[in-house]
Nanobody
Framework: AIQLQESGGGSVQPGESLRLSCTGS????????MSWLRQAPGKELEWVSN????????EYDVSVKDRFTISRDNTKNTLYLQLNNLTTEDTALYYC?????????????????????WGQGTQVTVSP
């Protein structure tokens, strides 16, 4: 069965950093573009970043560009998201998902198409 498992979240202060990880199983991880998404309380699911299958290209939402870095290690079937200079606006539950290239970017489409494979997400809380 296809499974994705996120980890690495936590509670930090503004300006601090976190590194999220997502491990995939049950599918050929190295063949899939992958994305990170997030959902803040009371808000819609939001696409954050995408990386192509071999890790040579990536895209970011404007809200995180130059602060977050996506990467992957296909030998470990693992996707990463480095979160730097966090703000309270980054507080959300973060998910990883399979994707296309170029990325779909619409949060709802990810849940509709890939949501059954997602893990529980990893919580990032940024507060003073």
């Amino acid at each position: 069965a296809i499974q994705l498992q996120e980890s690495g979240g936590g509670s930090v202060q503004p300006g601090e950093s976190l590194r999220l990880s997502c491990t995939g199983s049950g599918f050929r991880f190295h063949l899939y573009p992958m994305s990170w998404l997030r959902q803040a309380p009371g808000k819609e699911l939001e696409w954050v970043s995408n990386i192509n299958s071999d890790g040579s290209r990536s895209e970011y939402d404007v809200s995180v560009k130059d602060r977050f870095t996506i990467s992957r290690d296909n030998t470990k079937n693992t996707l990463y998201l480095q979160l730097n200079n966090l703000t309270t606006e980054d507080t959300a539950l973060y998910y990883c998902s399979q994707d296309s290239w170029p990325p779909m970017r619409e949060g709802r489409r990810y849940r509709d198409i890939f949501g059954e494979y997602w893990g529980q997400g990893t919580q990032v809380t940024v507060s003073p």
